[in-house]
């Protein structure tokens, strides 16, 4: 017999599948592959169009009926490791999975109307945003990085195809371009890092690197160090993190709004899911090295994002500027790396997804046909033509300024309230004066819409049509902003349970 022969005969010692720890990631994207077989196999187009627009929330709505079944699992059994190591079944993820679905469902109720609107194909649309989804959902679970990079490629190549996806406006050719070629880079800058931690701990799982560190006194971290910058580095430009936020004003200005509004809120968490799981789990034996490089995220992040939102005159950009602020308080509880910081973090990512959402379901309304009406002045005159509209949007800026009895203003009160408890009294100053500026810009978009008529003509007089999906979405995007604001317990509980990390522990599974 061959070498070959023997070779081919060996046992094949692979890890056992452990299907009900990627059961939500499987449905998203057999949901995915359905749709494009049925685009494929079709020939009417408006069957296929809503066929696949009910294919995609059914399979959001069976990923979150498995990320229910995960989450009854691990409160009844605890954490555990799945697939030889490498993706983690615990509250930390299955909290990060909702965020992702909610994004997610209420992106597809705000593109139905968007879509027939501008005529276009919806099928590819539905696919790539569930992909993109399932990248999302990957990165919360991922106990390796090199899962935390296919799940960032996964995510981030569907995402470039739905910002270039309008093919007849040159702005969101543009933007599909500038997301690639900037997102490429990050990629490569992430990659070199997960090299260079390899190459000082000899693992890539992060487990096995948090026991490594915890047993193991390195004479020489330079290697090891490197690698941790440039990953914070490859991670910051997904959530937009000054000095990595080139992109965001121009990508958010250019792309259609929908996909603004899913991708503002679910890749931060994604991401964001990524760093607490490798920063706050893996390296927390190190955090006296990567906390002021996140300390120094967190201000560039606040101070650019809110006095760089002053001088805009387009909504869009506006709220693009306004996510670099949001990012920065994100990381305050990121820099503050215990559980309380931890646990705000998560209930600041809840809050922001559904605060971000209805800010850009309204300015996808507003936009009208070409969704090209996003200058200031077009909101003048909103609440008098379309007082509903006005009074939501009015109501997730005001969250997004901290006002009380909403979500944000809880969420940006745990973030400082947990930096104060950790001695960051410096770095809560920075967020409460940002949180000041940051107001005013919100108030500059609620003045135009209320703007007496002596002040000037009203741009925004016609009413516009509110289809019956976004309306729904509308309402559910202000009912939780409202919910998060006034029950916040719920959700706080919920986040903190979600703080029992894998990365440094966990029982082994299959």
Not at 103 to 126: D, M, N, Q, V
Not at 158 to 184: C, H, I, M, N, W
Not at 218 to 227: A, C, N, P, R, S
Request: hydrophobic share 60%; with cysteine; net charge neutral.
């Amino acid at each position: 017999m061959t070498v070959l022969a023997q070779a081919l005969d060996a046992a094949v010692d692979t890890p056992r599948v452990d299907w009900l720890a990627i059961a939500p990631e499987t449905v998203l994207f057999g949901a995915a592959v359905a749709i494009v077989l049925g685009r494929a196999l079709a020939r009417r187009r408006p069957l296929v169009d809503e066929a696949s627009f009910l294919t995609a929330l059914v399979g959001v709505v069976a990923a979150g009926v498995f990320t229910f079944v995960q989450w009854v699992v691990v409160d009844g059994d605890g954490p555990y490791q799945a697939i030889a190591g490498m993706v983690a079944v615990d509250g930390f993820a299955v909290f990060v999975r909702t965020v992702v679905l909610i994004a997610t469902f209420l992106g597809l109720l705000l593109s139905a109307g968007y879509l027939r609107r501008e005529g276009l194909e919806a099928p590819e649309y539905h696919a790539l945003m569930l992909c993109s989804a399932t990248g999302m959902m990957l990165m919360a679970s991922a106990n390796d990085l090199i899962v935390v990079f296919l799940a960032l490629e996964i995510l981030s190549i569907a995402l470039y195809v739905l910002v270039a996806f309008d093919r007849r406006r040159v702005t969101s050719q543009e933007a599909g371009l500038k997301y690639f070629l900037l997102g490429s880079f990050s990629s490569a800058v992430l990659l070199y890092g997960i090299a260079l931690v390899y190459g000082g701990t000899g693992t890539t799982n992060l487990t096995r690197i948090a026991r490594f560190l915890a047993g193991t006194t390195l004479l020489e971290e330079g290697v090891l160090l490197t690698g941790l910058v440039l990953m914070l580095v490859g991670l910051g430009f997904k959530v937009a993190a000054a000095p990595f936020h080139m992109w965001a004003p121009d990508v958010y200005q250019g792309s259609p709004t929908p996909v603004v509004s899913f991708m503002g809120g679910a890749t931060k968490a994604a991401a964001f899911a990524a760093i607490l799981r490798v920063y706050a789990g893996a390296f927390e034996l190190y955090r006296v090295d990567w906390r002021p490089a996140v300390w120094a995220l967190a201000v560039l992040s606040l101070v650019v994002g809110s006095v760089a939102a002053l001088v805009q005159t387009d909504v869009k950009r506006m709220l693009a500027y306004s996510s670099v602020a949001h990012a920065g308080y994100v990381l305050i509880g990121v820099q503050v790396g215990n559980e309380a910081g931890t646990t705000a973090a998560l209930y600041y990512v809840m809050a922001y997804t559904l605060m971000v959402f209805g800010a850009f379901a309204v300015v996808t309304v507003v936009g009208r046909r070409g969704d090209r009406r996003h200058e200031l002045a077009d909101y003048r005159g909103l609440a008098g033509a379309q007082p509903v509209l006005a009074a939501l949007l009015t109501l997730f800026l005001l969250a997004q300024a901290g006002v009380p009895l909403t979500g944000g203003f809880v969420a940006k009160l745990s973030v400082f309230d947990a930096a104060v408890d950790a001695g960051q009294y410096w770095l809560a100053l920075v967020g409460m004066l940002a949180a000041a500026v940051s107001a005013f810009v919100y108030l500059r978009i609620v003045l135009a819409m209320y703007a007496p008529e002596d002040d000037g003509p009203a741009v925004a007089a016609r009413p516009v049509r509110v289809d019956l999906a976004a309306a729904v979405a509308l309402a559910i995007a202000a009912a939780g902003v409202l919910f998060l604001g006034l029950l916040p317990d719920v959700v706080l509980d919920f986040a903190r349970d979600a703080t029992q990390l894998l990365a440094a522990g966990g029982r082994a599974g299959a």
